[in-house]
């Protein structure tokens, strides 16, 4: 199953109505643009993507810190693959995340410990 497949398939199976939907790490919006909502936000610092589906062209930090506006129905986090940058990731969509809302993480099996640890 895609990932964007999973993500609309629990917009449709729990009714949610033009969900608000963040995700960390867009890249080049292969699931962003298939994201049955017009609710979205996407952050990526943009050295690395140069995807029109990014409106915060930053850090996951710094769009927790400086930018954020609202919280999410469903958060989708495919950034920085560390340990220590998901587990951010997660505790800074905790705290802006609506009653019901759902995180959905990518990648959390990584294929060597380098992967999972900040160099």
Not at 82 to 103: H, P, R
Request: net charge negative; with cysteine; hydrophobic share 30%.
């Amino acid at each position: 199953m895609l990932r964007e497949d999973l993500i609309n398939k629990i917009i449709k199976n729990y009714d949610l109505h033009n969900p608000a939907y963040l995700e960390i790490g867009v890249w080049e919006g292969c699931t962003f643009k298939h994201i049955q909502t017009t609710n979205k936000d996407g952050v990526d610092p943009g050295q690395y993507c140069d995807s029109g589906y990014v409106n915060y062209k930053t850090t996951s930090d710094d769009f927790f810190t400086n930018h954020i506006k609202r919280n999410y129905d469903i958060v989708f986090i495919d950034g920085l693959h560390t340990a220590y940058q998901v587990s951010k990731d997660i505790y800074n969509s905790i705290n802006n995340l609506n009653n019901g809302g759902w995180i959905i993480l990518d990648d959390v099996f990584p294929h060597s410990e380098n992967e999972q640890e900040r160099l």
